[in-house]
């Protein structure tokens, strides 16, 4: 880490570098920008003190601004704690003064300066503006921290000793009363190793799927190359740079070591989707050393694999367990986890999971009797966190998560927890749950896949991906043929840099672009040209999405996710005060405009599941649409018919209903695309991202009138997003930008 350390400062797990507008936790940085930031620099100035509102809106807002200030103010606050793990109602670093400000009420440690003294002398000074310059401080970049003080040498040294001695005693003796003392804030117990956190693996390509040696002074990982040969399962030591490759294809993942250290079990797809088992050994071949993209690599010849016989049950996913006596392999298989003894080679199904369902992710406990899984039904959620008596086959749910899980759960050191990774909050991230208790699963880490704990050394390790979301356009105006190549462009590069956004829309005349980005350090709505110049802010609230323009294309509708849900709220350009339209306390999202402006149809489960429901545009009662379930509708170009996704999950249908009313049904059963948000209706029916049924995705034409489907052009990967122009001739969407893949190393891990 980089920066002057004359503007460093330490609060619980964070530190912060105010000149270079950085934050890091536990060593890894974090993702907090803008407002948000410049916020925390403010209060980290003057920690136990109370700053105003309206201080922040003299340092913060410029005047001209057009944005609700309450809202913003509110929205950085909420982004600041998010990125904090800090609540308002148990503060550990925010307070909240209601009605005049916040306040910094945690421990903040001024990281010792290498400055002059009399550069460490200097005054305090922020920057503060004129209500009419219209610019916005950097705050943060001119603002010392408390000087330290350089004591002269003495000759009364004897003095100098004595007092030495007497505050050292002291110091001992307000430590251990601290320590007992449940009182005490923010009071760290130094014989315990603090964890240190950083990067195992630094290769330009993807690097994924950890998993440590017995002993956890080693890491097996999958490594995906572009270089011929340079794919495949490797090793990486603990303590030093040592890499060792040990297989040379593509399809191999999800390395699982013996117990002993000398075999590894991986699996290996074949061209049929396939699944095997195979086990190579870790140290046995000819070894040369090979200068590979820079690496001094070890790579094992002659090594040879074995495929081992599952006795006709067939992996049905990747992920393995080595049991810690050496004699068993737990793999996922189409009934459920199964047992593949090393010994005799019989299988055994362990577990059998209910119908439309699978379970996945094996992981033994540390004495081997019992083994943690994930069972994920066909919907995708929630999915749950399992427990398995290896021994009788008894299964007990230990916690139920409305989120992803991110790989397979693994043991604590203790054996009294679990950590597992989850999408939660809209990101991966790592989280620990006790085995024996219904208590609330806890954040640990906000970046983390996969992840591995070692049963020595008191070592985790996990995979965190790093990626941006860019907008494309594709012209579909030019041919009416699949086959012809059309052209593709980006519109607006690296809108966020998490799973959320951008959710592109075209206005009605076809010249703006409605867009989310968090940019500006919390999720907004932008409106920028066709082309995405000129981008500017359209609100402050934070966790803003789902834009939706009016059919005047004066307005725009979007959803707000706050403490009491999703909200819906519309805004008029250039207006920076949004209108809030469902005020009560029901869950309501996704809007979108009628064709004559009237009223605003929103997705709520306010009778306990999804339905279409709309509000009148200028606020009032809301009116349920459908009755047989029902997510982000849209209305048809002429009006006169409602289109809705059947559900929220992936590949939902696309159903109908009459705007005037009557019954619901299905449109087509060849339209079905990706997500709920993937489609767009244009004056000849139904733009959507859909499956080519063999190679990359496709954007299809759903003619209503002929009712039949037309492909018009091939994009790189699958998107979440599309937006099009009324005449069908564009559409917009997101895809991955950059994005990175690496083992990171929790070293003291607990």
Request: overall charge neutral; glycine content about 10%; charged content about 20%.
């Amino acid at each position: 880490m980089n920066g002057s350390s004359a503007e460093r400062v330490r609060f619980g797990p964070f530190e912060a570098d105010l000149h270079t507008h950085e934050i890091w936790k536990f060593g890894v940085k974090i993702k907090l920008v803008g407002q948000p930031f410049e916020l925390l620099a403010i209060l980290l100035r003057k920690p136990g003190e109370l700053v105003t509102r309206e201080e922040f809106r003299t340092l913060l807002w410029p005047s001209d601004t057009f944005v609700d200030f309450d809202h913003g103010l509110n929205a950085a606050v909420n982004k600041l704690r998010e990125a904090l793990s800090d609540s308002a109602e148990a503060p550990k670093y925010v307070e909240t003064l209601p009605r005049r400000g916040y306040r910094f009420v945690g421990s903040v440690e001024r990281l010792r300066t290498r400055a002059t003294p009399e550069s460490a002398a200097a005054p305090l000074d922020v920057p503060r503006l004129s209500p009419s310059s219209g610019q916005r401080p950097a705050v943060g970049l001119n603002v010392p921290l408390s000087p330290v003080d350089h004591a002269r040498p003495t000759r009364n040294w004897r003095l100098y000793l004595s007092a030495a001695m007497l505050i050292a005693i002291l110091f001992l003796g307000f430590t251990q009363f601290f320590r007992r003392s449940a009182g005490g804030r923010d009071v760290r117990d130094l014989t315990v190793p603090q964890q240190r956190i950083r990067t195992l693996t630094n290769f330009a390509e993807e690097t994924s799927e950890p998993a440590f040696s017995s002993d956890g002074n080693s890491v097996a990982f999958r490594r995906q190359s572009a270089q011929p040969g340079g794919s495949g399962i490797y090793i990486k030591t603990i303590q030093n740079e040592e890499v060792t490759q040990l297989t040379s294809n593509g399809n191999d993942c999800c390395p699982a070591w013996s117990p002993d250290g000398k075999t590894i079990a991986f699996t290996r797809s074949a061209d049929n989707n396939e699944l095997g088992i195979f086990l190579v050994p870790t140290s046995k071949g000819k070894e040369t050393a090979v200068d590979y993209n820079g690496q001094n690599l070890t790579v094992l010849l002659g090594g040879k694999e074995h495929r081992l016989d599952t006795r006709g049950t067939a992996p049905n996913r990747g992920e393995l367990a080595w049991s810690p006596d050496g004699k068993t392999i737990a793999f996922s298989s189409r009934q459920g986890i199964a047992l593949l003894s090393m010994e005799s080679g019989s299988v055994r199904q362990l577990t059998v999971a209910p119908p439309q369902s699978e379970d996945w992710g094996p992981a033994f406990s540390a004495d081997g009797e019992k083994l943690l899984f994930v069972r994920s039904p066909d919907s995708g959620i929630p999915e749950e966190l399992m427990m398995a008596q290896c021994l009788t086959g008894d299964v007990t749910r230990i916690s139920s998560q409305h989120a992803r899980i991110l790989g397979a759960p693994q043991w604590s050191i203790d054996g009294k927890s679990l950590i597992f990774a989850s999408d939660f909050g809209s990101h991966p991230g790592l989280w620990r749950a006790a085995v024996d208790s219904t208590a609330v699963a806890v954040q640990i880490n906000d970046s983390g896949w996969r992840p591995s704990v070692a049963r020595a050394g008191y070592r985790l390790a996990y995979q965190r991906i790093t990626h941006s979301l860019n907008i494309w356009e594709l012209d579909l105006a030019d041919s009416q043929r699949a086959t012809e190549r059309k052209e593709q462009r980006i519109l607006v590069p690296s809108t966020s840099e998490t799973d959320q956004g951008p959710g592109p829309q075209i206005s009605p005349d076809g010249k703006k672009l409605a867009f989310m980005s968090d940019r500006s350090g919390t999720m907004e709505i932008w409106v920028s040209e066709r082309d995405g110049s000129n981008p500017v802010q359209l609100t402050a609230v934070g966790d803003a999405g789902t834009p939706r323009w009016s059919p005047d294309g004066q307005w725009v509708a979007f959803d707000v996710s706050g403490r009491n849900g999703t909200k819906i709220y519309k805004i008029k350009l250039g207006s920076g005060a949004p209108q809030l339209l469902t005020g009560d306390e029901f869950e309501s999202r996704c809007p979108s405009w009628s064709h004559d402006g009237k009223w605003i149809y929103f997705a709520s489960v306010r009778t306990n599941e999804y339905q279409v429901w709309k509000v009148p545009a200028d606020g009032g009662a809301a009116v349920q649409v459908t009755r047989q379930g029902g997510h982000a509708a849209l209305e048809s170009a002429d009006g006169k018919l409602l289109y809705y996704a059947k559900t929220a999950y992936a590949n939902p249908q696309i159903w109908q209903v009459p705007v005037d009313g009557g019954a619901e049904r299905s449109v087509s059963q060849q339209l079905q695309p990706f997500s709920w948000a993937s489609w767009a209706v244009v004056d000849r029916g139904i733009v959507f991202a859909g499956p080519s049924g063999k190679g990359r995705p496709w954007i299809s034409l759903y003619d209503s009138a002929q009712r039949t489907v037309t492909k018009f052009g091939e994009i790189q990967t699958v998107p979440f997003w599309l937006g099009a122009s009324h005449d069908g001739r564009s559409v917009v969407f997101d895809q991955p930008g950059w994005q990175q893949s690496q083992i990171m190393l929790i070293e003291n891990f607990r």
